[in-house]
Each structure stands twice: as C-alpha cells, then as structure tokens.
C-alpha cells in the first residue's frame, strides 16, 4: 500500500556525515508519521528518530541525541534524516518507517517499512 524508498547510505570515516532520504508513494504522506530505525548485524531494530505528521515533534533516543536529526518535506514525500559526528558503532542497517497511528518510536509500532539502506562507519 505505501511504498518507502531509502537512499544515501555508504561508507565513511568516524566524525563524518551521511544524509539519508525516504522517498514515500502510494499514500497520503503528510498524514504519516515517520520514523528511522537501524540493525546492526546480530541485533534487532533499533529507535533512531522519528517524527510527527506536522514536523513540530521529534524524537530521538539518547545514543543519538545531539548527532542525528530527523526532518521532513511533505510537499515532496520525503523524510530525511542528517547523521553527524559518526560513531563505528553507528554501523547498521537503517530503515525508514511509517505508520498512520501512533508515532513509531518501537518497531512494533510502524504499519510499513522500507528496504533499509546501509551505512557503514570506519574507525
């Protein structure tokens, strides 16, 4: 039903930057709260952040808290999310997330899901 499309992932050095993208389709984007979660290998998804349908609130945990920032453009369907100051211990998978209820700060809570995209920190 919605389609999320994740992009911008790579490989970088601690202390560098990374923007990741997710492009939605195939529903009303603006009524979506958003979310990015991550895995790193051998463990479950992991909160990073999310947001609210409006943008006014946000969410983060405090592993990232003061690093990453998550924003949205809803005229353009996108949700991004700035990862700064990049720690080895970043390294995951991350995936966007939506859902039309509650906002997802636990991946039960997220009704859909995208491909993930992999970002990788070198010490």
């Known amino acids: 039903q919605v389609q999320l499309v994740e992009s911008g992932g790579g490989l970088v050095q601690a202390g560098g930057s990374l923007r990741l993208s997710c492009a939605a389709s195939g529903g009303t984007f603006s009524s979506y709260a958003m979310a990015w979660f991550r895995q790193a290998p051998g463990k479950g998804h992991e909160f990073v952040a999310a947001v609210n349908w409006r943008g006014d609130r946000t969410y983060y945990p405090n592993s990232v808290k003061g690093r990453f920032t998550i924003s949205r453009d809803n005229p353009k369907n996108t949700v991004y999310l700035q990862l700064n100051s990049l720690k080895p211990e970043d390294t995951a998978v991350y995936y966007c997330?939506?859902?039309?209820?509650?906002?997802?700060?636990?991946?039960?809570?997220?009704?859909?899901w995208g491909q993930g995209t992999q970002v990788t920190v070198s010490p």
């Open positions: 997330a939506a859902t039309a209820g509650t906002v997802p700060v636990s991946p039960q809570d997220a009704e859909y």
